[in-house]
């Protein structure tokens, strides 16, 4: 079974910026399309970008990430990347990685069957 990790959460000031990182053990990422999502307390888990299992096309969705979120991959170390930019306290929220064998995008929770565990990511001062 796939199992994602995700790693890179931290606590930051307004304006910085975090990578986080997803990878996973014994599967070849780049076979799967792969999604970022984050959770705040209290509200519904959200897609905020994804990739193509070809890495051919990203998307964002959501205006708040657009133009300050980087979604990456980097084929030979089997890992995808979320840069974050100009980070701001609505931002917080724990960050899950998720795949799914399609070869489309989607931010859609229950079109992705693999999830990692998240990791957090706090935006204050």
């Known amino acids: 079974q796939l199992r994602l990790v995700e790693s890179g959460g931290d606590l930051v000031q307004p304006g910085g910026s975090l990578r986080l990182s997803c990878t996973a053990s014994?599967?070849?990422?780049?076979?799967?399309?792969i999604g970022w999502f984050r959770q705040a307390p209290g509200k519904e888990r959200k897609g905020i970008s994804c990739?193509?299992?070809?890495?051919?096309?990203?998307?964002y969705y959501g205006d708040s990430v657009k133009g300050r979120f980087i979604i990456s991959r980097d084929i030979a170390k089997n890992m995808v990347y979320l840069q974050m930019n100009t980070l701001k306290p609505e931002d917080t929220a724990v960050y899950y990685c998720a795949a799914d064998s399609a070869g489309y995008c989607s931010d859609y929770v229950l079109d992705f069957p693999s999830w990692g565990q998240g990791t957090q990511v706090t935006v204050s001062a």
């Open positions: 014994g599967f070849n990422l780049n076979d799967y399309s």
């Open positions: 990739i193509t299992r070809s890495g051919g096309s990203t998307m």
